[in-house]
């Protein structure tokens, strides 16, 4: 795991499963995770790095529902896990969904744990809608088409966006059961002004871009977008991201908006 200052008051915490990021942010006395890392020795060590760092969370969110992105409580299972109101219904309708992704994925990398997953009583937050930290706020924008969930957390005070499956530089934009090629669209138009607003664009998956980095991705996932609904079968994928894998996973795409 992997742990980069990008604020005074941010950590980003990158994991060695998919270049997972989770991000700690601090205001005052009072600190948020959003996302999480993946293996269970990064589980183990964040709430020491963290509190080396200076961060000692109050609360988690998730930007969405993928098994990937909510396995805060692994690592603080006292807190709270915060969920914007899209995803606490997917919860609420697929219960054990995630766990039983997190066992597959689990097996198919030889990964154990001490403990399976619980996530708790988990916390509907209103999307668009804003949560207190400390001195200031999180703004929580929607942000559907990689799935029929999902949040983009903005946190003025710290010129950062955690905008969850969007904006990789590794991965493609991936329709997901739920997602849509339409309301992934409009997500990204979404985004680009709430990019234009920080310094730094923290994705699900990849490096912590810079805003003309963030702004470059969004063209190129744009142009892929338009690719995708043309159904062409053999794209030019945007570089960094012209690999094997992704082109699996363009054939995935092709079959979930065909
Ligand atoms: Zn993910």
């Known amino acids: 795991m992997r742990a980069v200052s990008v604020h005074t008051d941010a950590l980003v915490l990158t994991s060695g499963m998919w270049q997972t990021n989770a991000v700690a ?24 790095v963290l509190a080396q760092a200076g961060f000692e969370p109050d609360g988690l969110i998730a ?32 219960p054990g969904a995630a766990q039983r992704e997190l066992r597959d994925a689990d097996a198919e990398f030889y990964v154990t744990r001490p403990r399976p997953l619980a996530l708790g009583s988990v916390q509907a937050l209103p999307v668009p809608g804003s949560v207190e930290l400390g001195d200031g706020e999180l703004e929580l924008h929607p942000a559907e088409g990689h799935t029929g969930d999902g949040l983009a957390v903005l946190a003025p005070d710290h010129g950062l966006l955690a905008c969850g499956d969007y904006l990789s530089d590794v991965e493609l934009p991936m329709i997901s059961p739920g997602g849509s090629l339409a309301a992934y669209r409009a997500t990204l138009a979404r985004l680009g002004p709430l990019v234009e607003r920080c310094e730094t664009v923290v994705p699900g998956h990849g490096s912590p871009l810079e805003r003309d980095a963030a702004l470059r991705v969004l063209d190129e996932d744009v142009d892929y977008l338009d690719a995708l609904e043309r159904g062409d ?6 570089p960094g991201r012209d690999t094997g894998a992704q082109r699996k996973l363009h054939a995935e795409n092709l079959a979930a908006v065909g």
């Open 233 to 238: 079968e053999r794209p030019e994928l945007p």
């Open 63 to 94: 930007t969405h529902g993928d098994f990937d992105h909510l396995l805060g409580r692994l690592a603080f299972p006292g807190l709270a896990l915060g969920v914007g109101e899209l995803t606490a219904e997917r919860l609420q309708r697929e």
């Open 25 to 48: 942010l601090r205001s005052g006395s009072e600190a948020m995770l959003v996302d999480s890392p993946y293996f269970p020795d990064e589980l183990e060590l964040l709430p020491g």
